[in-house]
């Protein structure tokens, strides 16, 4: 079974930037619609970026609240999927998850973005 597993996060200032990465178990990741996620204290987790196989044209979907300011990538090489995250902002802090569009991988552990001064 695919095993995801993220990195990248840590502590920001508001303005900062992050690059988060997605590492998928088999090859199977670069056949799907990949999304990452987040999920802050008290909320519900959330679908922020979504991207469509690179036979598919590679296709992405922001949520109009990180519009502008994060872009999803995927390299299918290394198996991954990216989120580059520039002007954060203390809203954005949060535990950030990979999974399918439709989340039906096992969650990893995530990472954990915090903004703040």
């Known amino acids: 079974q695919v095993q995801l597993v993220e990195s990248g996060g840590g502590l920001v200032q508001p303005g900062g930037s992050l690059r988060l990465s997605c590492a998928g178990s088999g090859s199977v990741l670069n056949l799907l619609n990949m999304g990452w996620y987040r999920q802050a204290p008290g909320k519900q987790r959330e679908l922020v970026a979504s991207i469509s196989p690179i036979p598919s044209g590679g296709s992405t979907t922001i949520a109009n609240s990180v519009k502008g300011r994060f872009t999803i990538s995927r390299d299918n090489a290394k198996n991954s999927v990216y989120l580059q995250m520039n002007s954060l902002q203390p809203e954005d802090t949060a535990v950030y998850y990979c999974?399918?569009?439709?989340?039906?991988?096992?969650w990893g552990q995530g990472t954990q973005v915090t903004v703040s001064s």
């Open positions: 999974n399918t569009a439709r989340r039906t991988l096992p």
